[in-house]
């Protein structure tokens, strides 16, 4: 049997719980107890042979970029493209998580999100 955690790594409010580039002063490094608690939990499991799952939020409630597309009806993606994906792929990225899994799409269609452009590079360049 293969024993994993997963860790909400952002949840709907924005804040990250590593040193996110994407999410300036609004993270675990730079509030609260000044730590990459990602980084720290990664670490800790892989030492124990255990595997890593990464839960990310895709939206957040009060980010004017996620508010701002959506007030357009979701045909503009600033929020997807300046925060929601470079988050995605710098916590694949740096953490290397076994499995990734996200919510949070039930205001908008999974074009918006462009979710599956990011699916594919998961699952064939990653």
Known sequence: MRKYVVLTTKH??????????????????DVGPHRDL?????????KKGL???A??????FFNPLFLEDKKNGFKTQ??????????????????????????GTETAVDTYWNSTNFLAWLYNDR
Do not use: A, I
């Not at 990250?16 to 993270?27: A, F, L, M, Q, R």
């Not at 990602?38 to 892989?46: I, K, M, N």
């Not at 839960?55 to 957040?60: A, I, R």
């Open 12 to 29: 709907h409010e924005g804040f990250c719980n590593w040193p996110s580039k994407y999410s300036w002063n609004w993270n675990s490094w």
């Open 55 to 60: 839960y990310h939020s895709l939206f957040e």
């Open 38 to 46: 990602v980084g720290d939990l990664v670490t800790s499991l892989r």
């Open 78 to 103: 600033d929020f997807v493209r300046m925060k929601t994906m470079p988050e995605l792929y710098e916590l694949v990225n740096q953490y290397k998580p076994d499995m990734v899994w996200s919510d």
């Open 51 to 53: 595997r890593f799952g």
